[in-house]
């Protein structure tokens, strides 16, 4: 059973910065795919960024530059650092276990313009 916990989410005006947290249980973690997800209202929850196992990462076009994903293995912990934020980005956000269909509660994103 894989169980996920994200944190760091808030209000913050157009331009600003955020540092997502996910702390995993389980020993898969370190070698497991992770991403960060994110739903706004009203829509589906879309793949913002990806991270191998190895530390290959991947980002959806809408955050290519503003949002850089890494993990530390030691602390079972996935980060998402979102800066130069737009009105747009506002939405929950999950992290997953990549194939895996596990689920935390989310952490909530606001960017006010």
């Known amino acids: 059973q894989v169980q996920l916990v994200e944190s760091g989410g808030g209000l913050v005006q157009a331009g600003g910065s955020l540092r997502l947290s996910c702390v995993v249980s389980g020993s898969i973690f370190s070698s497991n795919g992770m991403g960060w997800y994110r739903q706004a209202p009203g829509k589906q929850r879309d793949l913002v960024a990806t991270i191998t196992g190895i530390g290959f990462r991947s980002y959806a076009d809408a955050v290519k530059g503003r949002f850089t994903i890494s993990r530390n293995n030691a602390k079972n912990t996935v980060y998402l650092q979102m800066n130069n934020l737009k009105p747009e980005d506002t939405g929950v956000y999950y992290c997953?276990?990549?194939?895996?269909?596990?689920w935390g509660q989310g952490t909530q994103v606001t960017v006010s313009s």
């Open positions: 997953a276990v990549l194939g895996i269909d596990s």
